[in-house]
């Protein structure tokens, strides 16, 4: 068995909530998971102060850990920044590769980073990292669970409007599923959320479990989790997979379980790239842009 914690969009800077964020490494104490999926917005602003914030927390973290960065990790403000080096912070902080694998004996986790283009929201996902990602999935063994971390969402929140997915999320669904991809896991949207691949890019595959953390330890909370902060338990077995929601109650100083769901883990075909599409012709499906 495998145990996973997600945490998403901690957000040191002015929004950030110390107690929550000691709450969190009590909860990783407790639980002992695996490893530590991190999906971004560490920060809120990009300061070096922040990163430097957020780095001695993720230390505390007293197990593996694995972060790709967001949007927020970019310099907003600091134009010739934002140009020249958009991820310079990130890296001396955290880690030259934005695109972090994990594995084990039982599992391997891919990071893809999204916090890609000029808009001051939106993502998108590089078709040559689609390809790359193809290969390490093919090169590992069947029985592994596998798992992307991202920081866009690739599916959109329910409930919140209409809302734009990140830049080649049909692409990356399509290869997703096609490759065997097990899990999803992203934030951005300070919302907890699940769904399916079948349910929005239906191709009469094995679907993929796509997962969504609110904000793990800041104010920033939206839609059904306004001012409230959450993570996800995912435990994986060799039949299937549970994933709880966990929400902070401040009465308590804890997380505590708010829903938990049930998926069989599936039987995969060998995989193979035929039918990828990667020249960007197929298209999401279109909505507006989404609210920072």
């Known amino acids: 068995m495998r145990r996973i914690l997600h945490i998403s969009d901690v957000h040191f800077g002015p929004p950030h909530l110390p107690e929550v964020a000691a709450g969190v490494l009590r909860l990783v104490e407790d639980r002992q998971p695996d490893f ?36 927020h990790d970019v310099p907003l403000y600091r134009f010739w920044e934002r140009f020249l080096q958009p991820y310079g912070a990130y890296r001396r902080n955290f880690a030259a590769d934005l695109e972090p694998v994990y594995r084990d004996d039982e599992l391997l986790a891919v990071g893809v980073n999204t916090a890609y283009g000029w808009t001051f929201t939106g993502g998108r996902i590089r078709l040559s990292r689609l390809l790359e990602l193809a290969e390490l999935v093919a090169a590992a063994p069947k029985h592994l669970f596998k798992v992307v971390i991202a920081h866009h969402h690739v599916i959109p929140p329910p409930n919140f409007g209409t809302q734009r997915v990140l830049i080649n999320a049909y692409e990356a669904v399509d290869l997703f599923s096609e490759a065997g991809v097990d899990l999803v896991l992203s934030g951005h949207h300070h919302q ?54 966990l929400r902070w109650h401040p009465e308590l ?40």
């Open 36 to 71: 530590v999926a991190l999906s971004g917005d560490l920060t809120q602003r990009a300061k070096p102060h922040q990163f430097r914030e957020a780095r001695s927390w993720v230390d505390s973290i007293q197990v593996p850990t694995v972060t790709v960065p967001g949007n």
């Open 253 to 292: 100083r804890r997380f505590a379980e708010h829903s938990r769901h049930l998926y069989p883990r599936q039987r995969r075909d060998p995989y193979t790239l035929e039918g990828l599409p990667v020249d960007g012709s197929a298209t999401v499906p279109p909505a507006a842009e989404s609210a920072d």
């Open 192 to 245: 907890a959320y699940i769904g399916s691949s079948e349910e929005f890019y239906p191709k009469g595959r094995a679907p993929v479990v796509i997962l969504h953390s609110g904000t793990t330890t800041s104010s920033r909370g939206r839609g059904g989790e306004r001012d409230k902060n959450s993570c996800n338990w995912i435990e994986v077995e060799e039949q299937s997979m549970v994933v709880s929601h």
